[in-house]
């Protein structure tokens, strides 16, 4: 895989991390939410889970350096 491949590949994952947040936040809000959100959500997962089996068969997994959630 090419670089730019691999560039390609960390983008469409930091797309697909903005959309399932932008799920998460909606069904935050929602007192009972419709299961097509959820359904969106676990599409949106799975493509996550895709993406980042390419960029580790490319050899660039995917770290996350966001805050650590152990404190």
Request: no cysteine; net charge negative; proline share 3%.
């Amino acid at each position: 895989m090419t670089l730019d491949e691999v560039e390609d590949l960390k983008r469409a994952r930091g797309a697909l991390a903005r959309q399932r947040n932008a799920i998460a936040k909606r069904l935050g809000g929602l007192d009972v939410a419709p299961i097509s959100m959820a359904e969106d959500l676990t599409r949106t997962l799975l493509a996550i889970e895709a993406v980042d089996r390419a960029l580790v068969d490319a050899g660039q997994p995917h770290v996350d350096i966001g805050a650590s959630h152990d404190a």
